[in-house]
């Protein structure tokens, strides 16, 4: 299975940058798209962003779009997370995905998973 290596998360104040990586290695099943999810506490896991490998396609939720944006890094086999004007609704843990089954958008279509990275703004 494809291991995902997680790093880059902290604190910052609100309207600050964080970039985000997640390395990638191993066999994937599925390399359609690789993904960043979110969850809060007591929260559930929600789609923050996806990059369809073949082309570079990027998606987002809408409360990220145009904060947020996600490249990769093909020779590396690296997806990053660039996160700018932080806003405390943005703390939570942040989980690279990939291999998904389904859509793109729901966590329970990826077959792997980074350890995740905490992600905490200060408001």
């Known amino acids: 299975q494809v291991q995902l290596v997680e790093s880059g998360g902290g604190l910052v104040q609100a309207g600050g940058s964080l970039r985000l990586s997640c390395a990638a290695s191993g066999r994937t099943f599925s390399s359609y798209y690789m993904g960043w999810f979110r969850q809060a506490p007591g929260k559930e896991r929600e789609f923050v962003a996806a990059i369809r490998w073949i082309d570079a396609g990027t998606y987002y939720a809408d409360s990220v779009k145009g904060r947020f944006f996600i490249s990769r890094d093909n020779a590396k086999n690296t997806v990053f997370l660039q996160m700018n004007s932080l806003k405390p609704e943005d703390t939570a843990v942040y989980y690279c995905?990939?291999?998904?089954?389904?859509?793109?958008?729901?966590?329970?279509?990826?077959?792997?998973w980074g350890q995740g990275t905490q992600v905490t703004v200060s408001s």
């Open positions: 995905a990939a291999d998904p089954q389904g859509s793109y958008r729901y966590p329970t279509s990826y077959r792997s």
